[in-house]
């Protein structure tokens, strides 16, 4: 493990970046053609459509609870070229689906497979730094991993209108290919040899104990549950707003990538500012902020219907602003005390916070049909337990501060 006052090399942060940029690539390039995929394969409900989002999330979930325990006993690399195999398969099996139902099950394995490098992007992190400058890391990380949803839907539009929803898939491989070779000829393996553990069914029960041990982790890993399950609502729901809602079909990439860059800025500026506040601290106050933010919304147009588009987009910023300052916060708060078992834990970190958040997006945009309130309401409860959970579970010193004052 190098030393956390080491300064961070730019190619592995930026290859790490790529690992995980794969995912959003595979969300939000298929953005602008969920409409016309729903047609194609027989589909035209919006709310059902909007499973082609939410069920690789689901994919991701399932996939890391195998492949962090696997990574332990084998090492990160050997994880990842699994990863990127599988996900062959799975854009295959969604290019030729003939129906909705076999386009889920190609999205679930695509969440499968690509769970594989994301997970293990998370373990060489953690396997390399520690502590605060972890979590500056996993900022500059994220930072680079945002330019992705940021062009992906614009881009995504393009190669449909020019070559048909398709050649989205075909895109994907290529970038996956790109990504497979830079990491097998620029990453060393950072797995110990002494650090490895046999793999057998054991390793997920004595995992999971050592996981539930610390109380810190597991409050950390409900909150990031509950903040990505309020984020997925926006992301499974956001065609369906600004095309069906507001009418926006041409302007929505465009509307999309500018929310993107808020969520990419606070994240920068949170691999600057978390080594001066500290990670509980400001994720405490951006959490804070977020709920807010939420609740003014709601307060502000209950039973009234969406406001003019420029209100919306200025309240989601907001909204997205404050994200940038937690997710990675969140996930390095979670693992910092089980860096002994990189692998299985952020399996188990990962496949927990899943669980939690995608019911909880599927069951909000039930609601979001005719109005965007719902979103924020449901933006507004995550907000309000995740700040409960982080009060009472989470940072004890924060806690006794609190009740002090």
Request: charged share 10%; proline share 4%.
């Amino acid at each position: 493990m190098q030393n956390q006052d080491v300064k961070p090399n730019f190619e592995f942060v930026a290859l790490m970046a790529a690992l995980m940029s794969i995912v959003a690539l595979a969300l939000d390039a298929i953005l602008p053609a969920i409409s016309t995929i729903g047609i194609d394969i027989n589909s035209v409900d919006p709310i059902k459509n909007q499973l082609l989002i939410t069920m690789i999330f689901l994919g991701l979930g399932i996939g890391q609870l195998f492949f962090g325990p696997l990574s332990d006993s084998y090492g990160r690399k050997p994880i990842v070229y699994t990863g990127f195999i599988l996900f062959v398969g799975a854009s295959i099996i969604c290019i030729f689906a003939p129906n909705l139902e076999v386009m889920i099950a190609g999205r679930v394995l695509q969440g499968i497979a690509l769970s594989a490098p994301r997970t293990m992007a998370i373990s060489i992190i953690r396997d390399t730094y520690k502590g605060d400058y972890m979590a500056r890391v996993m900022s500059f990380v994220t930072a680079f991993f945002i330019l992705i949803p940021v062009v992906a839907p614009a881009i995504g539009k393009w190669i449909m209108d020019s070559y048909g929803w398709q050649a989205i898939f075909y895109v994907q491989l290529f970038f996956a290919l790109v990504v497979a070779i830079w990491f097998w000829k620029r990453q060393v393996e950072t797995l110990k040899p002494e650090y490895k553990i046999p793999f057998k069914a054991s390793v997920f029960v004595s995992g999971l104990k050592e996981f539930l041990k610390h109380r810190e982790t597991v409050a950390f890993t409900f909150i990031s549950g509950f903040v990505t399950g309020a984020f997925l609502v926006y992301l499974s729901g956001s065609q369906h707003v600004f095309e069906d809602q507001y009418g926006l079909a041409e302007e929505f990439p465009y509307i999309f990538a500018g929310l993107s860059v808020s969520i990419g800025l606070s994240t920068f500026l949170n691999g600057t500012l978390v080594l001066r506040f500290g990670m509980r601290k400001l994720s405490f106050m951006a959490l804070f902020a977020f709920c807010l933010i939420a609740l003014l919304y709601v307060g502000l147009f209950w039973g009234k219907p969406n406001p003019s588009v420029a209100v919306l987009i200025a309240f989601l910023s907001f909204q997205f602003f404050c994200l940038g300052f937690l997710w990675g916060n969140f996930r390095s708060i979670a693992m910092e005390p089980i860096g002994h078992i990189a692998g299985i834990g952020a399996a188990i970190n990962g496949f927990i916070s899943t669980v939690i958040s995608v019911p909880i997006a599927q069951y909000i945009s039930t609601f979001v049909d005719d109005t965007v309130w719902p979103l924020f309401l449901g933006l507004a409860l995550c907000g309000l337990i995740s700040i409960l959970i982080f009060v009472v579970f989470g940072d004890k010193p924060l806690l006794a501060r609190r009740i002090r004052s």
